[in-house]
């Protein structure tokens, strides 16, 4: 029981966040659940992913709300709404099959993916992850971060068509963090004034890549 405001813990569970949707009402076993409908599929997704029990992958194409993805998750399918995905610091994330193509709207100023700290993320068969505005990169790797990435998968990834934003990295007065690729077939690119894995403006972190 308890509460889940925009950005606040839920339950008193510090890993559980939220960042659409109004208050979620206390519930007790007398009165039943009081939370709203629109929140439902987000609140179990959300426990699940931060207490590590969800055995099943996380199909995109059934997410409604922006979602903070927790360590070992496995995200697959089409992302078919405008929603925000994002890794949470420290977490290693696996994608399969994963298609993200963002739209290019002033609505929805985010990356394809969005680093909030470290992560890793490990790829498994074909990947494309495009940015949602013009401005943000395929996948974000904020500054003083590192972003790992292995498996032997194929990521295809960059910002939106003519965009001012890397594939991999940082996007216009974004700077990115550290990168590191172990293993993968990575295809990334770039528009305008930015590299394919790296920066646009502003200081980008290290770029090591061993396999």
Known sequence: TGKALNGKPYAGNPHVRF?????????????????????????????GIAMGVLADPIDLAKLEY????????????????????????????????????????????????????????????????????????GVYVPPGKTLTIKGWGTLSTGPCAGGFAAGIG????????NIVIDSGNIYAQAFSCAAGI??????????????
């Open 19 to 47: 960042d659409e949707g109004e208050v979620v009402p206390t519930a007790t076993s007398r009165r039943g659940s009081l939370l709203y409908k629109r929140m439902i599929a987000t609140i179990t997704a959300a426990v």
């Open 66 to 137: 922006s979602t903070r993805m927790g360590d070992g998750i496995v995200l697959t399918g089409t992302l078919k709404k405008n929603v925000q995905i994002s890794i949470m610091d420290g977490a290693t994330v696996t994608l399969r099959d994963v298609t993200i193509h963002g739209v290019n709207d002033g609505k929805y100023k985010w990356a394809g993916i969005t680093c909030e700290g470290d992560a890793t993320l490990v790829l498994e068969g074909g990947n494309a992850v495009i940015g949602f505005h013009e401005d943000y990169p």
């Open 170 to 177: 940082g996007g216009w007065n974004l700077p990115c963090g």
């Open 198 to 211: 790296g920066g646009v403006t502003g200081v980008s972190g290290d770029i090591t890549i061993n396999g």
